[in-house]
């Protein structure tokens, strides 16, 4: 007899969406505040470097949105002390 098993996750449905921050330098570091239609439920993050806050706020995106997949991301300088971070997780993201 053939044998196989399923293995079950204990993971609840994964919260599709395009997660989007607002990355402000004061000087001493940077600021990152959600915003956008996925904003609920996603930490404020602070660093000392960009990087640092990058990946802390990968880390928050993952974290919200119950995903255990890798997922792409785009952080664009629009100015020399501000940024935006956008991760479309399991989504197309289509600016407007």
Do not use: R
């Amino acid at each position: 007899h053939p044998f196989s098993w399923t293995v079950v996750g204990n993971m609840g449905e994964v919260k599709k969406g395009v997660y989007q921050y607002k990355l402000t330098s004061s000087g001493s570091g940077w600021t990152a505040k959600p915003f956008g239609e996925m904003a609920d439920g996603l930490a404020e993050c602070t660093g000392a470097t960009a990087e640092e806050v990058e990946k802390a706020m990968y880390d928050a995106c993952k974290e919200a949105s119950g995903t255990e997949k890798e997922f792409t991301f785009a952080n664009d300088m629009v100015s020399p002390k501000v940024s935006l971070f956008t991760a479309a997780i399991e989504a197309a993201y289509e600016p407007k």
